[in-house]
């Protein structure tokens, strides 16, 4: 797989390079609330999974992974992303974002993809409407927030094409 690049940001395939700097930026208390306790395996405990490594001139900035759903009829594809902390506010999420719908889409052929977002992660969902995500329904008590420890909300937020589900 070649590198994929936004505006700013280039995403390339996880490397082994990637697992220490990455680890670093999970470990981080604003992006461990999100994502939980750091999994030893981290970052090949989901190989099913295919992840890209967030690079902003030349760094290691965050992950965005993403899990398809191969079955033609029902074809989709969910995403994850974090990024550093301390890049929060500059619209490098949403480039991140952009850049690998628009993979997903031309390169992949997928017209619908979807993420979860905790209902109390405001930055987050703001970075997911600006990418052109909507809320599409509430998933009651579907993911444990890391900060209390309890099962919360989220929102089930998806970017539809329609041109490629009429093209399918």
């Given amino acids: 797989m070649a590198e994929l690049r936004g505006e700013r940001v280039v995403l390339v395939p996880l490397a082994e390079e990637?697992?220490?700097?990455?680890?670093?930026?999970?470990?981080?208390?604003?992006?461990?609330?999100?994502?939980?306790?750091?999994?030893?395996?981290?970052?090949?405990e989901e190989p099913e999974s295919e992840r890209f490594t967030v690079l902003l001139d030349g760094r290691v900035a965050g992950m965005i992974e993403a899990h398809e759903e191969a079955e033609p009829d029902y074809r989709s594809c969910e995403v994850d992303i974090f990024l550093d902390a301390d890049l929060r506010g500059q619209g490098i999420g949403v480039d991140v974002l952009r850049t690998l719908i628009r993979h997903?889409?031309?390169?992949?052929?997928?017209?619908?993809?979807?993420?979860?977002?905790?209902?109390?992660?405001?930055?987050?969902?703001?970075?997911?409407?600006?990418?052109?995500?909507?809320?599409?329904?509430?998933?009651?008590?579907?993911?444990?927030?890391?900060?209390?420890?309890?099962?919360?909300?989220?929102?089930?937020?998806?970017?539809?094409d329609e041109a490629r589900a009429a093209s399918a």
């Fill in 18 to 44: 990637h697992a220490e700097p990455l680890r670093e930026i999970r470990r981080h208390q604003e992006v461990a609330d999100w994502w939980g306790e750091l999994d030893h395996a981290f970052p090949w």
């Fill in 104 to 160: 997903l889409v031309d390169d992949r052929g997928h017209h619908r993809i979807f993420l979860g977002a905790n209902v109390h992660n405001a930055r987050a969902i703001r970075a997911y409407e600006k990418a052109g995500f909507r809320t599409v329904g509430t998933m009651r008590l579907s993911g444990r927030d890391f900060r209390t420890g309890r099962y919360e909300d989220e929102l089930l937020m998806e970017y539809v």
